[in-house]
């Protein structure tokens, strides 16, 4: 089983691990990308980016939730209420607006 995080106020950071071991984070300090997911952590790693600030598809402004599931990094933004999935290349699979 994977761990997911959230990124409450004051933090840096949020993290996910999934079951493999694959990492991945949000960075809550404004940097550009928001997202580093680190594919395999032994043998081969490979770091992808994801996510950027701003307002459209796969943007975001305040992430507060990361989870890692076997599709790519699931992030949530509380502020505007927003799931943002990205494929395990750091592309944007899905963006949807939480009611």
Known sequence: MGMDSLLPEG?????AIDANGAVAWVDGRGADPLG??????????RVVRFG??????GELQ???????PAEGPLVFESSGRRLAQYA????????RSIG
């Open 52 to 57: 950027q600030r701003g307002g459209g598809p």
């Open 11 to 15: 933090l840096e950071a949020a993290v």
């Open 36 to 45: 580093t997911f680190v594919t395999d952590t032994t043998a081969n790693p």
């Open 88 to 95: 395990r290349d750091g592309s944007v699979s899905a963006d």
């Open 62 to 68: 305040n992430p507060w939730f990361i989870s890692l």
